[in-house]
């Protein structure tokens, strides 16, 4: 069974472009989440999809945003890079029932020079 | 708010030597606990879960028992090796199907 699949692996954006992040989720997980990694503030929540539709979102400000298909695929996107926006990127999904577990892709390395 | 709280790292210890992590958690409810190890250049992998008070995950050779008098959920293995040296992750999923990740405690082993 396919793994969590995140594209692309690395990206190098400039102060103010905007930046769109690919994932795809494991055969029959309806659950899709985004985490930005950091190596100051650790593993924090952006946002997180079930069957196109967002269900729960952290606390970043709206320059992150994001979508789900129908196929569960999701995207993120963030506008207006900023410095402080460089950081690893993980897509998690899971079936979104009781204690199923989140299934982590490798991440994208997201670099703002 | 719900929270997980771990022990600051790094963790370095000789190989065969006995390893525990701890965690405690804030949550209401009864949430499900998780331990999740990343290696370098990688994602999280999961390692161990429990969904009830008093169940014991185990995996790998590590093991850790949700306690709900303590709130705990520490993370142990009884011989270390090298090849384990990756940062540690404890989390909770409670009902509003977020997770809430604890800062993570790096391990080193050395040979």
């Known amino acids: 069974k396919a793994g969590v699949t995140q594209t692309p692996r690395y990206l190098i954006k400039t102060r103010g472009q905007q930046v769109t992040l690919s994932c795809s989720p494991i055969?029959?997980?309806?659950?899709v989440s985004w985490y930005q990694q950091t190596p100051g503030q650790g593993l924090q929540f952006l946002f997180e999809?079930?069957?196109?539709?967002?269900?729960n979102k952290g606390n970043f400000p709206g320059r992150f945003s994001g979508r789900q298909f129908s196929n569960s695929r999701s995207e993120m996107n963030v506008s207006t890079l900023e410095l402080g926006d460089s950081a690893l990127y993980l897509c998690?999904?899971?079936?979104?029932?009781?204690?199923?577990?989140?299934?982590f892709g490798n991440g994208t390395r997201l670099t703002v020079t | 708010g719900d929270s997980v709280t771990q022990m600051e790292g790094p963790v370095t210890l000789s190989e065969e030597a006995f390893l525990t992590i701890n965690c405690t958690y804030t949550?209401?409810?009864?949430?499900?606990l998780f331990w999740y190890v990343q290696y370098p250049g990688e994602g999280l992998q999961l390692l161990l879960k429990?969904?009830?008070?008093?169940d014991k995950g185990s995996n790998k050779g590590f093991e850790a028992t949700y306690r709900k008098e303590t709130t705990s959920f520490h993370l142990e293995k009884g011989s270390v090796q090298v090849s384990d040296s990756a940062v540690y992750f404890c989390?909770?999923?409670?009902?509003?199907?977020?997770?809430?990740f604890g800062t993570g405690t790096r391990l080193k082993v050395l040979a």
């Open positions: 998690a999904s899971t079936k979104g029932q009781g204690g199923s577990p989140l299934h």
């Open positions: 055969s029959g997980h309806r659950s």
């Open positions: 999809y079930f069957s196109e539709t967002q269900r």
């Open positions: 949550a209401t409810g009864y949430p499900s």
């Open positions: 429990a969904t009830k008070a008093d």
């Open positions: 989390a909770l999923r409670a009902g509003t199907y977020k997770y809430i």
